[in-house]
């Protein structure tokens, strides 16, 4: 039973930024119908008393305390800049919005 | 930008039921950032507040900030909510420059905190009681500047600069429920909630609250749906939009206002609502399309697999439960009684929103009737003329050292205006404005008598007039010296000296 459509890789693609021709679409629906099967093994056997897992190490509250460290220089934190200008990394105007 | 077509107010009102919602996004004054141990700063030099983990460079892992923790129970239990025994965060994946992961570490389904109630007060003393849905905390986004094209807004912008000394800076959206039932209240239902958890955050003193610097923002919901004869079932929910970049407790009302009358004016006509965000322009009064939006943003949420879930000790909760101030309400009642003000002058605090400041103004040494003469009086009509927020004019200390100028009889209160002009001009503290513009009282009697020896002299029937008892008539030289003196005199003061000249 296929569970995933090619309208479906194709809208994920467009979210991710991933330029896919048609055939890499057909075959990524193929794969990720596997590898969504696959994992609908587990609800099979979960029972509503399982509580979901995040993360695989049983730990919680792992804090850091409020204490200023290190931080970047300015030469430093724009290294890496494609484009800079007036010590802030440069980006083509995007038509979009803060969230 | 089109002009909107606008219904009015009371017409929209008569047609339909405006429906809210609200999000509110708490900046908490944290020493560092939610994730990492660069600066938690504002107003520091572009991109000097990042570390590896504000930029998202591989290999940089985030660590959770305690205190942000502990500000965010502190928070959620001053909001009524329960406290989420175990909550975790998740990824919020969208592209734009703002945050260089593209993502953002936020709180999905497991929010800290969760089911609340504030008691909101109306202008008129009612009190609300406004539903909360949950209370997240999460990082902010950078700063993009936009430059290029001819309004500096985002259209037609060249490109766009970032600062990511705001990536990262720990924050709690507080959302509420939708509400119902505000009705023709809705835009003061508004400004009343954000002037509330402003409030809550203040007395907690978990986050700077300034609006203006974008420390609290408050993205507003709101729709309408058609109202229904009685006895009929009520209208499904009308599509709604969601108004940004509402920077001050008065913008929140008036974009609210705007926005039902806009809605109003479209249903009217037989159009539909899209949904979408509305960024609200402080200096049009207007708001204007920003994005479409759905109700399943395509977010991709999941579970943030660098961090470790969040497990409050019932202890922890407890401590910080005990540790919580005054509920705003119970607060409001106190701090009416202690300053002595009237129903009317506490309500005017109130509703101009000042509560914040007059207590610091008290705290800062003025009496509470001169910190609220000068809030509610000279900075708010200052405020009005100029479309700002007053606590954005001027500090509570400066206003506290200008009363105290007044009260030492340095400062008339015709001058003590001047001062403030200049202090909220930028030229320093009163006592910086006094020297500079020279606006002192002229406490110097030989001054004053050498005055009034010339008005005297310049006027002798008035002279005769007070020899003859007709004191009144000493009101043209007090006037004269007052002139004279540029006004910088007690004219009490001038009046006793007058008196005692015309009789030597």
């Known amino acids: ?99 | 930008m089109a002009k909107d077509a606008l219904m009015d107010y009371d017409k929209a009102l008569e047609l339909f039921e405006p429906v809210l919602g609200f999000e509110v996004h708490v900046e908490l004054n944290t020493k560092t950032k939610m994730f990492s141990a660069a600066p938690n700063e504002f107003g520091s030099a572009p991109n000097t507040n990042v570390s590896p983990v504000c930029l998202g460079l591989p290999g940089s892992l985030p660590v959770v900030n305690e205190q942000a923790v502990r500000y965010a129970i502190s928070l959620g239990l001053a909001l009524g909510c329960s406290i989420a025994p175990s909550s975790r965060f998740a990824r919020k994946n969208y592209f734009y420059p703002d945050l260089a992961k593209n993502y953002q570490i936020s709180q999905y389904d497991e929010p800290i905190a969760f089911d609340g109630s504030v008691d909101v007060e109306m202008p008129d003393g009612r009190i609300v009681p406004i539903s909360i849905e949950r209370a997240h905390m999460e990082e902010d986004a950078g700063k993009l500047t936009h430059v290029g094209g001819s309004t500096g807004r985002i259209q037609g912008a060249e490109y766009s600069l970032v600062d990511y000394n705001r990536a990262g800076v720990p924050l709690v959206e507080i959302v509420t429920n939708i509400i119902y039932g505000a009705e023709a209240d809705a835009p003061e239902l508004a400004k009343a909630y954000v002037a509330t958890i402003r409030d809550i955050v203040t007395s907690l003193g978990i986050s700077d609250a300034k609006m203006e610097r974008g420390n609290l923002r408050c993205d507003a919901n709101i729709s309408l749906r058609p109202r229904t004869a009685e006895g009929e079932p009520p209208a499904p929910l009308g599509t709604r939009t969601e108004t940004k970049n509402v920077n001050s407790l008065r913008s929140v009302e008036r974009a609210i206002r705007y926005e039902i009358q806009r809605q109003a004016a479209i249903l009217a006509d037989g159009g539909t609502i899209t949904q979408e965000t509305r960024h609200w322009h402080e200096d049009t009064g207007r708001t204007s399309a920003g994005r479409p939006k759905s109700d399943a943003d395509d977010y991709r949420y999941f579970p943030e697999p660098d961090l470790l879930p969040v497990e409050p000790s019932l202890e922890l909760i407890e401590e910080l439960r005990s540790a919580l101030p005054e509920p705003p309400a119970a607060r409001r009642r106190r701090l009416k009684a202690e300053w002595g003000f009237t129903d009317l002058e506490f309500q005017d605090v109130v509703n101009g929103g000042l509560l914040v400041e007059i207590t610091e103004t008290v705290a800062a040494g003025a009496s509470p009737a001169a910190a609220r003469k000068w809030w509610t009086g000279e900075i708010s009509r200052i405020a009005n003329v100029q479309g700002a927020e007053a606590s954005a004019l001027v500090s509570p200390q400066n206003v506290a050292a200008l009363a105290a100028l007044v009260d030492a009889g340095t400062l008339t209160d015709k001058l003590a205006r001047q001062v403030l002009e200049g202090v909220i001009a930028g030229e320093g503290t009163p006592q910086d404005v006094v020297d500079a513009r020279g606006l002192a009282v002229v406490s110097d009697d030989g001054a004053l008598i050498a005055a009034i020896d010339d008005a005297l002299a310049s006027q002798p029937d008035v002279l005769a007039k007070i020899r003859d008892g007709k004191v009144q008539a000493a009101g043209a030289v007090i006037g004269a010296v007052m002139k004279a003196m540029k006004g910088q005199a007690d004219a009490a003061r001038v009046r006793e000296l007058v008196l005692e000249r015309a009789q030597s």
């Open chain 1, 1 to 99: 039973m296929s569970e995933i459509s090619e309208e479906q890789v194709a809208h994920l693609a467009n979210l991710a930024r991933i330029a896919l021709t048609p055939e890499e679409i057909s075959s990524l629906t193929t794969e990720l119908d596997q590898i969504v099967d696959s994992i609908a093994k587990v609800q099979e056997v979960a029972t509503p008393d399982v509580p979901a897992t995040s993360h695989p190490v049983p730990l919680s509250n792992v804090f850091r305390p409020d204490v200023v460290g290190e931080t970047l220089t300015i030469e430093q934190a724009l290294q890496n800049a494609p484009e800079q200008a007036d010590n802030r990394f440069k980006v083509s105007a995007i038509l979009g919005e803060e969230q």
